[in-house]
């Protein structure tokens, strides 16, 4: 069982950066593909970014290229989100996701992933 926490998160002025952060837990972190993914209230959850095992690819939805960068960290077992250039439109609850083998890393479908953090808020405001 993989356990995902995750933190950071909070209300800023469009513009602002911030930082979310999940730690794994269970299993061993490099068998871990991990995503970000959020969802806007009455909206369906939809992908952000992800990356692979190695941490060596990246994924992104063009909503967020340029803005936001995920990376992991094996010796910590965690992965960030640095959010950058904050618009109102990327207010969500925003969820970690981890996919185990055989599931391949960088899917863009929820249902590619097997557990999931306990979501955390961001709210821009303009």
């Known amino acids: 069982q993989v356990q995902l926490v995750q933190s950071g998160g909070g209300l800023v002025q469009a513009g602002d950066s911030l930082r979310l952060s999940c730690v794994a837990s269970?299993?061993?972190?490099?068998?871990?593909?991990m995503g970000w993914f959020r969802q806007a209230p009455g909206k369906e959850r939809k992908f952000v970014t992800a990356?692979?095992?190695?941490?060596?690819?990246?994924y992104y939805a063009d909503s967020v290229k340029g803005r936001f960068t995920i990376s992991s960290d094996n010796a910590q077992n965690t992965v960030h989100l640095q959010m950058n250039s904050l618009k109102p439109e990327d207010t969500a609850v925003y969820y970690c996701?981890?996919?185990?083998?055989?599931?391949?890393?960088?899917?863009?479908?929820?249902?590619?992933?097997?557990?999931w953090g306990q979501g955390t808020q961001v709210t821009v405001s303009s």
């Open positions: 269970g299993r061993t972190f490099s068998d871990l593909a």
């Open positions: 990356i692979s095992r190695s941490g060596g690819y990246t």
């Open positions: 996701a981890a996919a185990i083998p055989p599931r391949i890393s960088g899917s863009r479908n929820p249902t590619s992933y097997d557990y």
